[in-house]
C-alpha cells in the first residue's frame, strides 16, 4: 500500500514538475511572436531605445553647428528636430502612439494606417469583447514597462461592455501579476486551474494567434466583406436598445486617461462609426456620449466619427466598419488626428508659413 502510494506521488510530483517547465518554455517561445499583445511583455529591443546624445557640440564650422545658414533653414532644422507632439528625448519602447478599447479598437485602426497619419511607430492593443477595465490593465502594464507613447487613442464604447468578461485576457496573466490577479478576482476556478496545471494557461484561441505570429508577420486587422442583406434586416426589425456603462469602467476610463495626462501623453478619444439602421434603434446615442464627453478630463481631444460613415457597403456588422469603411473613416479622421501626431513635414509648413510672414512683415516695416 505504501509502494502504490508512494509511487502515485512520485507521478504527480513529475506530472506537475513537467507542467511548469513546459509551461515555462511555451510561454518564452510565445514572447517572440509578432502578435501585439506580446510586444508590451518583450524587452525593448535595442531601436526601442532612445539615442545617447552627445555631451557636448563639436567644435568648429561643422553642418550642425554653424551659424551662417538662412532663417528658413534653421526653421527647418528646428521642425525636424522637435515637431509637434513630440518630447524632447525620444520615446522608448515599441510605440509612439497606442490605441486602447475593444474589437471596435482592434479592427479600426488598423498600424500602416495609423503610422501614416501620425509619423510614429503605432502599437494597436484593441481586443475583442474587452470592456475599459481590460484596457486599464493593459495600459498600466504597457506603461510600467515601457514608459508612456507620444499619443493614446482611446475607442470608449468598451465602456457599455460587461466589466466582468475576461475576453483573451487570461492567457496573458502568465507574464503580468496585475492580470494574473485581476483573472483570481473576476474567476476564481478559472484562476486555481490554470496554478493548478500551468499549461491551461495556453488552452486558448489567443494561444494559437500568437502561433500563427511566429511563422508570419502579424497583419493589420481590417475586415474584408460588407453586411449582409438578412442582418441588415434583422437589424431594422429589432426593438430599441439604451447604451449604459457600469461604474467600473467609467472610472478605468478615467484612470487611463489621468495616467496617460500625467505622464505628458496626449490623449484622443476617437468614437468610431455606428451602422446607421443600428444607431437608429439606439434610444440614448446621443446623450450617452454627451455624458460620456462631460466626464473627460480637460486637454482630452475628442473626434466623433460616429456618423462619420454612412454607406451601407462600407461596413460589416452592426458596429464595424470594413477595409473600406476605414479608409473612409481615417479620411474624415485625418484633419483632427494628424495634428497630434508628431510629422515634421506638419511642423516644416507651420514654421515656413511664419517665416513668410514675419519675412513679409519685416520688408514692408523697412519700406517705410
Same mark, same amino acid.
Given at each position: 500500500?505504501?509502494?502504490?502510494l508512494?509511487?502515485i506521488?512520485l507521478?504527480?510530483?513529475t506530472?506537475?514538475?513537467?507542467?511548469?517547465?513546459?509551461?515555462?518554455?511555451?510561454g518564452?517561445l510565445?514572447?517572440r511572436?509578432?502578435?501585439r499583445f506580446? @510586444?508590451?511583455?518583450?524587452?525593448?529591443?535595442p531601436?526601442?531605445?532612445?539615442?545617447?546624445?552627445?555631451?557636448?557640440q563639436?567644435?568648429?564650422?561643422?553642418?550642425?553647428?554653424?551659424t551662417d545658414?538662412?532663417?528658413?533653414?534653421?526653421?527647418?532644422?528646428?521642425?525636424?528636430?522637435?515637431?509637434?507632439?513630440q518630447?524632447a528625448?525620444a520615446?522608448?519602447?515599441?510605440?509612439?502612439?497606442?490605441v486602447?478599447?475593444?474589437?471596435?479598437?482592434d479592427?479600426h485602426f488598423?498600424? +500602416?494606417?495609423l503610422?501614416?497619419?501620425?509619423?510614429?511607430r503605432?502599437?494597436?492593443l484593441g481586443?475583442?469583447g474587452a470592456?475599459?477595465?481590460?484596457?486599464?490593465?493593459?495600459?498600466?502594464d504597457y506603461?510600467?514597462?515601457?514608459? @508612456?507613447?507620444?499619443l493614446l487613442?482611446?475607442?470608449?464604447?468598451?465602456?457599455?461592455?460587461?466589466?466582468?468578461?475576461l475576453a483573451?485576457?487570461?492567457?496573458?496573466?502568465?507574464?503580468s501579476p496585475?492580470?494574473?490577479?485581476f483573472?483570481?478576482?473576476?474567476?476564481q476556478?478559472?484562476?486555481?486551474?490554470n496554478?493548478a496545471?500551468?499549461?491551461?494557461?495556453?488552452?486558448?484561441?489567443?494561444t494559437?494567434?500568437?502561433i500563427a505570429?511566429?511563422?508570419?508577420?502579424?497583419?493589420?486587422?481590417?475586415?474584408?466583406?460588407?453586411?449582409?442583406?438578412?442582418?441588415k434586416?434583422q437589424?431594422?426589425? @429589432?426593438?430599441?436598445e439604451?447604451?449604459?456603462?457600469?461604474?467600473?469602467n467609467?472610472q478605468?476610463?478615467?484612470r487611463?486617461?489621468?495616467s496617460?495626462? @500625467?505622464?505628458?501623453?496626449?490623449?484622443?478619444?476617437?468614437?468610431?462609426?455606428?451602422?446607421?439602421?443600428?444607431?437608429?434603434?439606439?434610444?440614448?446615442f446621443?446623450?450617452?456620449f454627451a455624458e460620456m464627453? +462631460?466626464?473627460?478630463?480637460s486637454?482630452?481631444?475628442v473626434i466623433?466619427a460616429?456618423?462619420?460613415v454612412?454607406?451601407?457597403e462600407l461596413?460589416?456588422?452592426?458596429?464595424?466598419?470594413?477595409?473600406?469603411?476605414?479608409?473612409a473613416?481615417?479620411?474624415?479622421?485625418?484633419?483632427?488626428?494628424r495634428p497630434?501626431?508628431?510629422c515634421a513635414v506638419?511642423a516644416?509648413?507651420s514654421?515656413?508659413?511664419?517665416?513668410?510672414?514675419?519675412g513679409t512683415v519685416a520688408?514692408?516695416a523697412s519700406t517705410?
Open positions: 500500500m505504501y509502494r502504490l508512494a509511487c506521488a507521478i504527480l510530483a506530472v506537475t514538475a513537467m507542467d511548469r517547465v513546459l509551461a515555462s518554455a511555451l518564452d510565445l514572447l511572436s509578432s502578435d506580446m @510586444a508590451i511583455y518583450r524587452p525593448d529591443e531601436q526601442d531605445l532612445p539615442a545617447a546624445k552627445p555631451d557636448r563639436p567644435d568648429g564650422p561643422t553642418p550642425e553647428n554653424r545658414e538662412t532663417p528658413g533653414a534653421l526653421m527647418v532644422k528646428a521642425a525636424l528636430a522637435s515637431a509637434p507632439g518630447a528625448s520615446t522608448r519602447g515599441p510605440a509612439d502612439v497606442l486602447l478599447g475593444n474589437s471596435r479598437a479592427n488598423p498600424v +500602416s494606417t503610422q501614416d497619419m501620425t509619423c510614429g503605432a502599437l494597436n481586443m475583442g470592456p475599459t477595465v481590460l484596457s486599464a490593465l493593459l495600459w498600466e506603461v510600467e514597462r515601457h514608459g @508612456a507613447p507620444r487613442i482611446l475607442e470608449p464604447t468598451g465602456l457599455v461592455d460587461n466589466p466582468h468578461d483573451d485576457l487570461p492567457m496573458l496573466a502568465h507574464y496585475r492580470i494574473d490577479a483573472v483570481r478576482q473576476e474567476n476556478q478559472l484562476w486555481m486551474a496554478h496545471f500551468h499549461l491551461m494557461t495556453f488552452n486558448n484561441n489567443q494559437m494567434r500568437l505570429g511566429l511563422l508570419k508577420p502579424a497583419a493589420d486587422r481590417t475586415l474584408v466583406g460588407a453586411i449582409p442583406e438578412p442582418l434586416a437589424l431594422a426589425a @429589432a426593438p430599441e439604451v447604451m449604459a456603462a457600469a461604474d467600473a467609467w478605468a476610463l478615467d487611463i486617461i489621468r496617460a495626462q @500625467a505622464q505628458g501623453t496626449r490623449v484622443a478619444v476617437v468614437i468610431t462609426p455606428y451602422f446607421p439602421t443600428y444607431a437608429g434603434k439606439l434610444k440614448n446621443d446623450a450617452f464627453k +462631460s466626464r473627460l478630463p486637454g482630452v481631444t466623433d460616429r456618423r462619420a454612412d454607406n451601407d461596413f460589416m456588422d452592426a458596429l464595424h466598419v470594413n477595409e473600406d469603411g476605414v479608409r473613416m481615417f479620411a474624415a479622421l485625418e484633419p483632427e488626428l497630434l501626431g508628431s506638419d516644416i509648413a514654421l515656413t508659413a511664419a517665416g513668410t510672414v514675419a520688408g514692408a517705410h
